[in-house]
């Protein structure tokens, strides 16, 4: 399935080194959280706790469903630990970054895309394959702008 969407995507013009790490998005609004355990097709890649985040143009852009250049959502990925009959969070294993700029983005719905290894604010997992590794998973969302998450209120 990857081979086949490299074929069809676009060639990436935006370097996803170009996405910086949203520095103190735990104090943005929480959009929502949700659990990926075993059994899900999603496991392998994103089992997990997921907390998802947006700065204040990314709240217009859930409220709105226009996203304005400068719109941040942020996929904080913890493992998900199990203590007794609880479910806390472990390490983290990846902070996952849509940042929104439809000129600089283009080929990838106006999103660059980038995950930050565990706890690093350096250390890039995505880098120059966000066409593979992300956008080829958000483009079934383009009704959406490419967008998975809903805001709740």
Same mark, same amino acid.
């Given at each position: 399935?990857?081979?086949?969407?490299?074929?069809?995507?676009?060639?990436?013009?935006?370097l996803?080194?170009?996405?910086?790490?949203? $520095?103190?998005?735990?104090n943005?609004?929480?959009v929502?959280?949700?659990?990926?355990?075993?059994?899900?097709p999603?496991?392998?890649?994103?089992g997990?706790?997921?907390?998802?985040?947006?700065?204040?143009?990314?709240?217009?852009?859930?409220?709105?469903?226009?996203?304005?250049?400068?719109?941040?959502?942020?996929?904080?990925?913890l $493992?998900?630990?199990?203590?007794?009959?609880a479910?806390?969070e472990?390490?983290?294993?990846?902070v996952?970054?849509?940042?929104?700029?439809a000129?600089?983005?283009?080929?990838t719905?106006?999103?660059?895309? $980038?995950?930050?290894?565990?706890?690093?604010?350096?250390?890039?997992?995505?880098?120059?394959?966000?066409?593979?590794?992300?956008?080829?998973?958000?483009?079934?969302?383009? $009704?959406?702008?490419?967008?998975?998450?809903?805001m709740?209120?």
């Amino acid at each position: 399935m990857r081979v086949a969407l490299t074929i069809l995507l676009p060639p990436l013009l935006a370097l996803a080194a170009d996405v910086p790490y949203p $520095e103190g998005y735990r104090n943005w609004r929480h959009v929502k959280s949700m659990v990926i355990e075993k059994g899900h097709p999603l496991y392998e890649p994103f089992g997990g706790i997921h907390h998802i985040y947006a700065n204040a143009k990314a709240v217009a852009g859930y409220r709105t469903g226009k996203w304005a250049d400068g719109a941040v959502i942020v996929f904080d990925l913890l $493992e998900a630990v199990r203590d007794g009959n609880a479910v806390v969070e472990g390490p983290r294993k990846v902070v996952g970054v849509m940042h929104r700029d439809a000129k600089r983005y283009q080929d990838t719905g106006g999103w660059g895309f $980038e995950g930050f290894k565990g706890d690093s604010k350096t250390e890039r997992v995505v880098g120059a394959n966000a066409a593979t590794a992300c956008y080829g998973c958000h483009a079934g969302q383009k $009704e959406k702008s490419y967008v998975f998450s809903a805001m709740r209120d």
